[in-house]
């Protein structure tokens, strides 16, 4: 069974940055993806998805260039550092393992196997 844990959220202002950490335990296979998915009221945004396998990469559009997604070399854990963080930004963000490894339906789609329990990204001035 899939246990999932979050780190790294807080609070900061508009231009500062955040690493979040997701750990994944109980994984028995290579070919899957993870992502992480902000929750603002009524939606829930994918944000970055990345295959385990291939290190392919999905960025939803407000990510692209200020955001990355990432896996060390263990594979574990998965974080994504964010840059120049905005008040748009803000809400709970999720990370999430799909038992297969297409990062673009995971991501658009929001499609998660296995969901973490969230950590607070506040961006404020």
């Known amino acids: 069974q899939l246990h999932i844990v979050e780190s790294g959220g807080g609070s900061v202002q508009p231009g500062g940055s955040l690493v979040l950490s997701c750990t994944a335990s109980?994984?028995?296979?290579?070919?899957?993806?993870m992502g992480w998915f902000r929750q603002v009221p009524n939606d829930r945004q994918g944000v970055a998805c990345i295959?385990?396998?291939?290190?392919?990469?999905f960025y939803a559009d407000s990510a692209k260039g200020r955001f990355t997604i990432s896996i060390d070399s263990a594979k574990n854990p998965m974080t994504l550092r964010m840059e120049s963080l905005d008040l748009y930004d803000s809400g709970m963000y999720y990370c999430?393992?799909?038992?297969?490894?297409?990062?673009?339906?995971?991501?658009?789609?929001?499609?998660?196997?296995?969901w973490g329990q969230g950590t607070q990204v506040t961006v404020s001035s």
């Open positions: 999430a393992v799909r038992l297969a490894p297409s990062v673009g339906t995971m991501c658009v789609r929001g499609d998660g196997d296995s």
């Open positions: 109980g994984i028995t296979s290579r070919n899957l993806a």
């Open positions: 295959s385990r396998d291939d290190d392919f990469t």
